[in-house]
């Protein structure tokens, strides 16, 4: 049974940058792809960015492309969100998830291919 934890989150000029990191408790974290999602209050929960199982893949949705950059540390079973200019409608819970299906040849954006859901960590930017 894998566990994810967040961190990093937390209070943040618009401008500024966080780094947020996903802790994965289990074996075999280096067989899957990760995915990070945000829900603002109010809000349905929302993709920003995932990575492949052996990190070659990347994708982000248009909102962050080219702010953030998600990356993964295998031998450490943690994977990141550098989180750069932020912006006001940034502000939100940042959860990760793990790949249902090891070794996807293709990155899922998609909530049902994803299991192990974190806590959430809060990221508050403010003006």
């Known amino acids: 049974q894998v566990q994810l934890v967040e961190s990093g989150g937390g209070l943040v000029q618009a401008g500024g940058s966080l780094r947020l990191s996903c802790v994965a408790t289990?074996?075999?974290?280096?067989?899957?792809?990760m995915d990070w999602f945000r829900q603002a209050p109010g809000k349905e929960r929302e993709f920003v960015a995932a990575?492949?199982?052996?990190?070659?893949?990347?994708y982000y949705t248009d909102s962050v492309m080219g702010r953030f950059t998600i990356s993964r540390d295998n031998a450490n079973n943690t994977m990141y969100l550098q989180m750069n200019s932020l912006k006001l409608e940034d502000t939100a819970v940042y959860y990760c998830?793990?790949?249902?299906?090891?070794?996807?040849?293709?990155?899922?954006?998609?909530?049902?291919?994803?299991?192990?859901w974190g806590q959430g960590t809060q990221v508050t930017v403010s003006s």
């Open positions: 289990g074996r075999f974290f280096s067989d899957y792809g």
């Open positions: 998830a793990r790949d249902v299906e090891p070794r996807r040849p293709a990155l899922t954006i998609n909530t049902a291919d994803l299991r192990s």
């Open positions: 990575i492949s199982w052996d990190g070659d893949s990347t």
